[in-house]
């Protein structure tokens, strides 16, 4: 029975109104989540207001529902509140405040910034996936038109974008090198990244079905999709690939799942690799990991499907920090992680660095790699028992299966790598057919992050991927 928009029931316990309030709220709050932008928009006023509206249908009827508020109820009406919440925020630009307190101005220049402050023209493509997906790709054109080579797409890692190739400026950004040495560069975003923060249907701050994925869509998804664009608009029939860390993940999916592919990447060169991760050093990774279940069913349950993006606070924290402190925070706190070793990235460019770094990831992303970690094999994403019969017809997930990458591949890799460690790289080369080098720097503190930003990859690692290029290109 409805009685002025309350639905009431024989036994008062008011489920078939929440049911119903519920999605209600949820499609308001995200209709008015879209006006209400974190950076500029609406003044606060107008966003008290906004607010007021979502709590006042929901809280429509209270005094005699109240007591029927129970756990499943409160879940079901935290999602619109939190949705506005979070919209309710309004944050000013904070560029004026970091030029008056003195940051390193590359620390806050996006990547079309930086490209146009270091002479290199750039284009911006908006590429869209199957399964509707708007991905940004930054092209960074070949310095000399008359020699032009094939082009190189660049994957980033995890809590990175695009500019992790060119963050260290002109003469040691890779991105940068491709370049002047004529090659065609195209920066990937993918899904979920500051820059790839979109869909034709989902809304990243109010639809949590925009984060279901792992890196697993990523490499079905993202990665074809993107080749296919840049094969189809140079007018070439193959491409170069460079992965860094999850970069590297992505094109082994690919590669296991869509084995087409093969023929369309002339080499891939695979910095920091991450497949098997059984032997990973991180401790509190491996402690963390097998309470995954747990944290992501906590996570979901409080609202939060995507973590440590660029407009949220930790990125905040990390970026002011880092920039006064670089290597006793910042520092520390990558030597926990990747094997850091202090100095081996100059202060400025940690300091720099760590502002573009944190710019968003799924929780369903970290949690398929720490089931990678526990269970100790590279698999697709574990559904649970009733989950996996019902999605893959099997009690436990498939394996990717890397024998299928028949394309060229080199690895290259680090002695103090604490998450792409040499047992687990050994595993990894051991499967795969077509395995051109597998190279181990020759620096006994290289680790995860030095592929990128060791002032001394020029030497070691760039001017290698050149040589590779050359040989492959006749």
């Avoid at 949820?26 to 007021?52: D, E, I, Q, T, W």
């Avoid at 499943?72 to 919209?87: E, F, G, H, S």
């Avoid at 990973?280 to 402690?287: D, E, Q, R």
């Avoid at 790699?369 to 009733?386: N, T």
Wanted: with cysteine; glycine share 6%.
């Amino acid at each position: 029975m409805r009685y002025l928009g309350l639905t009431l029931d024989g036994r008062w316990a008011f489920e078939a109104h929440f049911a119903e309030l519920a999605p209600r709220v949820v499609k308001a709050a995200a209709s008015l989540g879209r006006l209400l932008p974190n950076v500029g928009g609406p003044s606060a006023h107008c966003r008290r207001l906004y607010s007021g509206v979502i709590r006042s249908m929901a809280m429509y009827r209270a005094p005699i529902w109240a007591d029927a508020l129970g756990r499943a109820n409160k879940i079901q009406l935290r999602r619109p509140q939190r949705v506005i919440a979070t919209r309710a925020i309004r944050v000013p630009d904070t560029r004026p405040l970091m030029k008056a307190l003195g940051f390193y101005e590359d620390t806050y220049l996006n990547f079309t910034e930086l490209t146009t402050k270091y002479g290199y023209p750039t284009e911006e493509h908006t590429v869209l996936t199957q399964d509707g997906y708007l991905l940004t790709v930054f092209r960074i054109l070949p310095k000399c038109i008359d020699k032009q080579k094939l082009p190189v797409i660049l994957g980033h890692g995890l809590f990175d974008s695009s500019d992790a190739w060119i963050v260290t400026g002109p003469e040691t950004g890779l991105g940068f090198i491709l370049s002047k040495n004529c090659y065609d560069v195209w920066a990937t975003n993918f899904r979920g990244n500051t820059y790839s923060r979109n869909h034709v249907r989902l809304d990243p701050n109010t639809d949590p079905d925009y984060w279901e994925f792992s890196f697993h869509e990523v490499g079905y998804f993202d990665m074809p999709t993107i080749i296919d664009y840049v094969l189809n608009k140079t007018a070439q029939s193959q491409a170069y690939y460079v992965g860094h860390s999850q970069g590297t993940t992505n094109f082994f999916v690919m590669g296991s799942l869509r084995p087409e592919y093969n023929d369309k990447i002339r080499l891939s060169i695979q910095l920091a690799p991450i497949a098997w991760m059984k032997n990973i050093t991180v401790p509190f990774a491996n402690l963390l990991s097998r309470e995954s279940k747990n944290i992501k069913d906590l996570l979901y349950t409080i609202g939060f499907r995507e973590l440590f993006a660029k407009q949220q606070l930790t990125h905040t924290i990390v970026e002011l920090v880092c920039q006064f402190v670089p290597q006793a925070v910042c520092g520390t706190f990558l030597s926990l992680t990747t094997g850091y070793v202090y100095g081996s990235i100059t202060s400025k460019n940690l300091a720099v660095i760590m502002g573009h770094l944190l710019v968003g990831v799924s929780v369903k992303t970290l949690t398929h790699f720490a089931q990678l970690i526990v269970s100790g094999h590279f698999q697709q994403y574990d559904e649970g028992l009733e989950g996996n019969i019902k999605k893959y017809g099997t009690f436990k997930p498939p394996k990717y299966n890397v024998s299928r990458i028949l394309s060229p591949v080199v690895l290259i890799c680090a002695e103090n790598d604490n998450l792409s460690t040499l047992g687990n790289i050994n595993i990894l080369s051991s499967r795969l057919p077509n395995l051109v080098d597998r190279y181990v720097v020759p620096i006994r503190t290289w680790s995860h992050n030095s592929h990128l930003w060791d002032e001394r990859a020029t030497k070691y690692e760039f001017q290698k991927i050149l040589n590779y290029f050359e040989r492959f290109n006749t």
